[in-house]
């Protein structure tokens, strides 16, 4: 039996599965954020990511359980919240109810907020009557303050509700039970959960008389095929040698339509008659028994939401999360330093004690260990610091708050505002970022978010311009404000990226990727306690320790060819010397050298090894020199012809370069384009040697005037 369709970029259902019917096939239908995929993981074993912000679910997963000796097939179908196929999620979740044997729909629901959840439930059962209601979260309901009529909500919608708690593992027997008794209902077409204006349901009518009898709920194909802006073949297929029929009178109705004048107002004369009913519905099933607690959330929505203080919150709790991974990174970071040294003396004594030929003893050690240790002392602790606060954030329910602060920028560059989600995500890796732009209905503005999300540094990016500013300009401010000072410099950069992303989003919006902004429903769920325990173990082990495996691998040989150019020599000069000879002309040009911009060239696998590639080469043995601290540091490069305009440059070229390969390889695989790929490369590195000129001919140019 045909029943999986899965979701690519795209928009194109390219991928089918089929398995045994042993039992019935059960939809989970829901909005993202409601605890789906925590359902579908008790029922099924089956184990995905889940996180409070919208839209974590993009592709469509099976599985199975078993309840009274019979196995049940459960789909877990993308979080939506609607049916009216706007976004691929919506088409795919719509088609699976409507033309796949689905024998129960389980529509999952924030107790929370149920009001806005019944909207989806109201549109499921225009469907089918075979559906059951959960109400999920009902602990945290109960603790503030809200009371359901599971009785009365029953008896209005016409179907089983069950109440629960994914998290706690409570009332699952409960529903297990409820889909079970809904699969042995009858389909019933009669049942009409919401009626519209008398002008849409006369013609509905008239095209239910032209199906004449069908195996499906004809009113809702009705509906659905009086919208122009449904894609009707897929439901004209389904009617066989009545279709030419029905799509003549299909087309008097849009006719008669268009004379009256609503023709154009449809949908949302359809929207309107959702919301009234649920609102209905709410007031009827729904007490609140504590009205403080939605006055409170209310209160931090309008100040943390608000035109006048919204962004400035935004980029002060930025700040504060900079500022924290910057002063709390130099302890272990130093640490880590000094194990490492410590370890490598060891190491030398060892290769003495064997014997190693001092060729290798310089590669292993010289070469590859010293760039390990640099990659590792220096990334690992900004990243156990970062990812946990980002995860926190995002646990609490902040993320959408940024995705509504920015929507308006968003809005006037002609993209769309769940650009800023994927945007966040760039923040701990550019190819999650890139991953996260699935996110995004439209295939335009899609397209716009893979192209920008490179101006967002990620992670590996970090300790490059952490570093940079705290030795040339965090002393601008004597101690203990040097911190802040670099602080607020690393939040500049960061800001710089982000009105970057949105000039160049209406620069392709405006030239090859041209389009108007497409509306979209962003749900800001309620704030919740972070689950702490679950936030360390998955920004470490997800995101921290992922990270830094990745840098580490490319380090090992980044290392070695670094040692080997710097090593072997051609005509009494060495290849690394050759190579950045050549690429000098352009380095000056733009403010850097020939080594930094080789250091970035070999650093295309991952960013992170920019830094250690310049220390290396500008060792004429090639090796990593023993860095007690960024002073250190700092003295090697102003011997090496550094100055504050070099500091500049090298940061803004950090900033604004070709994606590292993995993002590159993610951008293929979403786009399926080398085209799209191609452009995703040349775009940011056009910009940044443009920049880094004129910013390097600019700041010459004051220092010659004054």
Not at 132 to 151: C, F, Y
Request: proline letters at 4%; hydrophobic letters at 45%.
């Amino acid at each position: 039996m045909l029943f999986s369709k899965m979701i690519e970029v795209n928009d194109e259902i390219n991928a089918e599965m089929t398995l045994p019917r042993k039992g019935p096939v059960i939809a989970l239908v829901g909005n993202p954020n409601v605890g789906k995929s925590t359902v579908f993981n008790a029922l099924t074993g089956m184990k995905q990511h889940t996180g409070n912000w919208p839209g974590k679910t993009v592709e469509l997963a099976t599985g199975t359980y078993e309840y009274n000796h019979l196995r049940h097939e459960m789909v877990d179908l993308p979080g939506t919240y609607s049916l009216l196929a706007h976004s691929s999620e919506e088409e795919v979740t719509r088609n699976f109810i409507c033309f796949e044997e689905c024998d129960v729909c389980t529509v999952i629901c924030d107790s929370t907020c149920l009001e806005r959840n019944l909207n989806l439930v109201l549109q499921t059962l225009e469907i089918t009557n075979k559906v059951v209601v959960v109400l999920n979260l009902h602990d945290e309901a109960q603790k503030k303050g809200i009371q359901i009529d599971q009785e009365q909500l029953q008896k209005q919608l016409g179907c089983d509700v069950v109440t629960m708690s994914a998290r706690n593992n409570v009332g699952f027997d409960d529903l297990k039970a409820a889909i079970q008794r809904t699969a042995k209902k009858k389909f019933q077409e009669e049942l009409v959960p919401v009626r519209y204006d008398m002008r849409i349901e006369y013609m509905a009518q008239e095209i239910i008389d032209a199906m004449g009898d069908m195996p499906f709920n004809r009113r809702f194909y009705a509906l659905k095929l009086l919208d122009h802006q449904v894609d009707a073949e897929a439901f004209y297929q389904q009617m066989g040698k009545k279709a030419e029929n029905v799509r003549a009178v299909v087309t008097q109705c849009h006719e008669k339509l268009a004379h009256m004048g609503i023709d154009q107002r449809y949908e949302e004369m359809i929207v309107h008659a959702i919301n009234s009913k649920a609102k209905r519905i709410s007031e009827d099933c729904i007490i609140f028994n504590n009205a403080d607690y939605y006055q409170r959330n209310m209160k931090i929505d309008r100040i943390v939401t608000s035109r006048r203080s919204g962004v400035l919150i935004m980029l002060a709790l930025l700040a504060v999360i900079f500022w924290i991974t910057i002063e709390g990174a130099n302890v272990p970071s130093q640490m880590l330093s000094d194990m490492f040294g410590n370890l490598e003396a060891w190491l030398n004594q060892l290769a003495s004690s064997i014997s190693m030929p001092v060729f290798w003893q310089g590669l292993l050690i010289d070469g590859v260990y010293k760039t390990l240790a640099w990659v590792v002392s220096v990334m690992l602790p900004p990243m156990a610091i970062f990812f946990p606060m980002f995860t926190i954030l995002e646990d609490l329910g902040y993320l959408p708050r940024i995705a509504f602060n920015l929507d308006g920028y968003f809005q006037k560059a002609c993209a769309c505002g769940k650009q800023a989600l994927t945007m966040c995500m760039g923040f701990g890796c550019n190819a999650v970022g890139v991953s996260g732009c699935r996110i995004i209905d439209s295939p335009r503005e899609r397209l716009i978010a893979l192209l920008t999300n490179n101006f967002v540094p990620c992670n590996g990016r970090f300790p490059t311009l952490i570093a940079i500013i705290t030795m040339f300009f965090s002393g601008m401010l004597a101690a203990p404000w040097n911190g802040l000072m670099s602080t607020l410099l690393l939040t500049g950069v960061i800001l710089f990226g982000i009105l970057l992303t949105f000039w160049t989003s209406s620069f392709l919006s405006k030239t090859i990727l041209k389009g108007v902004p497409s509306s979209f429903t962003l749900e800001l769920p309620p704030y919740r306690k972070p689950q702490f325990g679950k936030v360390i173990v998955r920004s470490i082990f997800d995101r921290t320790l992922f990270v830094l495996g990745r840098a580490v691998s490319v380090a090992i040989p980044a290392g070695a060819i670094i040692w080997l150019l710097a090593n072997i020599q051609v005509d009494g000069i060495t290849l690394l010397a050759h190579i950045s000879a050549f690429l000098d002309p352009l380095g000056h040009l733009m403010g850097l050298d020939g080594v930094i911009l080789l250091a970035f060239i070999l650093g295309f696998p991952a960013n992170e090894i920019v830094v250690p590639i310049i220390i290396m080469s500008y060792m004429a043995s090639g090796y990593m020199m023993d860095m007690q601290n960024l002073s250190a540091l700092k003295e090697l490069l102003l011997n090496n012809g550094w100055t504050w305009i070099t500091a500049v440059c090298t940061m803004l070229f950090s900033l604004v370069h070709f994606p590292c390969a993995t993002t590159l390889l993610t951008i293929r695989k979403e786009t399926k384009s080398w085209k799209w790929t191609a452009l995703s490369f040349l775009l940011p590195t056009v910009m940044g040697i443009v920049l880094c000129i004129i910013v390097s001919s600019a700041c010459h140019l004051l220092v010659a005037l004054f």
